[in-house]
């Protein structure tokens, strides 16, 4: 009987021991330091405050074509061949005639291409009477002299969020991407200050 009691204050104590060293217990379901989410809680973004992921994938292909071609012509010739009131009272009436010929061809033809992939975590600002989220966020990211800014806004439906907390952006109503930057490599491949202003207006007036 006292090898029983000896038995188990000796496992009471080394468990204690375990758990002062650890701070939790190892294989238990429940995480402390996972954050406060319930058993049966969702962790995607349903207030204001929460976190979502945006992926951004904007790709845009326009093309188009125009073609239009257009002819008129016109011919006239009228000529007095016999007016009989008396002979030749009339036959120094000159001859009239005419021609016209209107062409017109023109061909226009537009195409661009733009890609733009990015990720970025924003947060809910407010929550509408519906349910939809209204989210904003930004990432700035700075290299020695250089600052890259990516800004995003819009409207998200619930329903459009992912399992893993992201949306892509192709879903988010009012959307607004916005990529900047500022720094010497920026400054390299724009037009700045003045030269920017004479550059334009030079561009504005001249016809050719």
Do not use: C
């Not at 996972?34 to 405050?49: E, I, S």
């Not at 033809?109 to 209204?134: C, E, H, Q, S, W």
């Not at 439906?157 to 490599?185: C, F, H, M, Q």
Request: glycine fraction near 8%; avoid cysteine; charge should be neutral.
């Amino acid at each position: 009987m006292k090898n029983i009691l000896f038995t188990l204050v000796a496992l009471v104590v080394i468990s204690a021991l375990a758990l002062a060293l650890d701070g939790r217990r190892r294989g238990s379901i429940y995480d402390p330091d996972a954050g406060p989410f319930g058993l049966v809680g969702t962790r995607t973004a349903n207030k204001a405050g929460d976190l979502i992921t945006i992926v951004i994938a904007e790709n845009q292909d326009v093309s188009n074509q125009e073609s239009s071609d257009m002819k008129k012509g016109t011919t006239l010739d009228y000529q007095f061949t016999n007016l009989d009131l008396k002979p030749n009272l009339f036959s120094t009436l000159p001859r009239v005639a005419g021609s016209s010929d209107d062409q017109f061809t023109g061909t226009a033809n537009y195409a661009k291409k733009g890609k733009f992939n990015a990720r970025v975590t924003a947060m809910v600002v407010d929550v509408l009477p519906n349910g939809n989220m209204i989210v904003n966020g930004r990432r700035e990211i700075r290299i020695d002299l250089e600052t890259k800014l990516i800004e995003f806004s819009g409207v998200i439906r619930r329903w459009d969020i992912s399992p893993d907390n992201s949306v892509a952006s192709e879903l988010v109503a009012n959307a607004k991407v916005s990529y900047t930057g500022t720094g010497p490599l920026t400054n390299s491949t724009n037009r700045r200050g003045i030269g920017a202003w004479v550059h334009d207006a030079i561009a504005w007036i001249w016809p050719f």
